[in-house]
């Protein structure tokens, strides 16, 4: 078991190091500042209090004179990049799941720290349940096709990271291969709550999952 884990821990590590040289990581273009649209809910000045609000969620840090985001403000965008589909799952439902931080040193005397969930009565319900839910892809593997992949409900922008905490991320591994694409997609899996995950923070994750048309 521990050599499986180890070996996994190794391909998902190179594969997103290799991932992360030929695209981007899942990020909002709307707070990173790659969608410049007058038009956009989220101008292009509040990529900093953004930014402020996950230091201030992961690092415990904010500038006094930024505005930091709520949950409802994340939340409340979410409806202008996915929908939900018929008999799907909101995002929000994931959303409010609330994050404990956590730390400890390991044998070598390293601090490592993170967020657990602490799910909400609802989200319980549908642990082990099949779902259908509507998001983003971002790739796991250098391949035009995916098998490990994350899901979220804002469009691949950032090279390096993420812009959302682990409440609003799913890892989802498919029955199948399927194609990498830019696009919002369904998708149709079982899925686990992770109470524990102190080496990736997953919260989630969509088991023989498949993409719907």
């Known amino acids: 078991m521990r050599a499986e884990r180890l070996k996994r821990i190794g391909k998902i590590i190179v594969k997103s190091i290799f991932a992360l040289l030929i695209m981007g990581v899942i ?3 709307f707070f990173t500042g790659g ?10 000045k509040k990529v900093t209090g953004f930014d402020s609000y996950v230091r201030k969620v992961f690092m415990q840090e904010s500038e006094p004179s930024e505005k930091i985001f709520t949950l ?5 965008n979410i409806e202008n ?3 939900t589909p018929d008999g799907g799952t909101k ?8 994050q ?7 044998k070598d005397g390293i601090e490592w720290s993170g967020v657990r969930p602490d799910f909400p009565d609802e989200l319980k319900q549908l642990d082990g349940i099949e779902i259908i839910i509507q998001g983003f892809m971002f790739p796991l593997d250098p391949t035009e096709k995916q098998k490990l992949f994350l899901l979220g409900p804002f469009p691949v922008s950032c090279p390096y ?9 799913l890892e989802v591994h498919a029955r199948h291969p399927v194609f990498f694409t830019y696009d919002a997609v369904n998708v149709k899996g079982t899925l686990e709550l992770v109470p524990k ?6 919260f989630f994750r969509l088991k023989n999952a498949e993409l719907l048309e």
């Open 35 to 44: 969608l410049k649209d007058p038009g956009n809910p989220l101008s292009h």
């Open 72 to 76: 409802d403000d994340l939340l409340s």
């Open 81 to 83: 990049f996915v929908r």
């Open 197 to 202: 995950d102190d080496e990736y923070n997953v």
């Open 161 to 169: 990271h993420y812009h959302v905490t682990p409440n609003l991320i």
């Open 100 to 106: 404990i931080p956590y730390s400890y040193h390991d």
């Open 91 to 98: 995002w929000d439902m994931f959303g409010r799941t609330i």
């Open 27 to 29: 990020g909002m273009p």
